[in-house]
């Protein structure tokens, strides 16, 4: 799932996993050999990203609200049918 896997924490250079469970999560990055400090650096950026992820879709909805309500073709002409570009025999 795109809100639980594969974070990159750029600090340490590692791709996580998370999964909500905080302590959890601590525990097993300071089994890699990082202190409690490093660890919550760690957790931090991991939350960042997630919080980046979930919000997303949202923004991604309101750019795309935004592109139609703004937006003019350039040449608005090549959107409508007309026979007239075909060839006769056609």
């Known amino acids: 799932c795109r809100l639980t896997r594969n974070f990159f924490v750029k600090s340490v250079g590692w ?3 998370f999964d909500g469970d905080t ?7 300071q089994q890699q050999g990082l202190t409690e400090e490093q ?8 939350l960042d990203q997630k919080a980046w992820r979930e919000a997303e879709p949202q923004k991604a909805a309101e750019r795309r609200e935004s592109i139609c309500a703004q937006y003019t073709r350039l040449h608005p002409g090549l959107w409508e049918f007309s026979e007239s570009i075909f060839h006769p025999d056609f």
């Open 15 to 17: 791709h996580v996993d």
């Open 23 to 29: 302590p959890r999560f601590l525990k097993e990055v």
């Open 39 to 46: 660890a919550e650096e760690v957790l931090k950026e991991v």
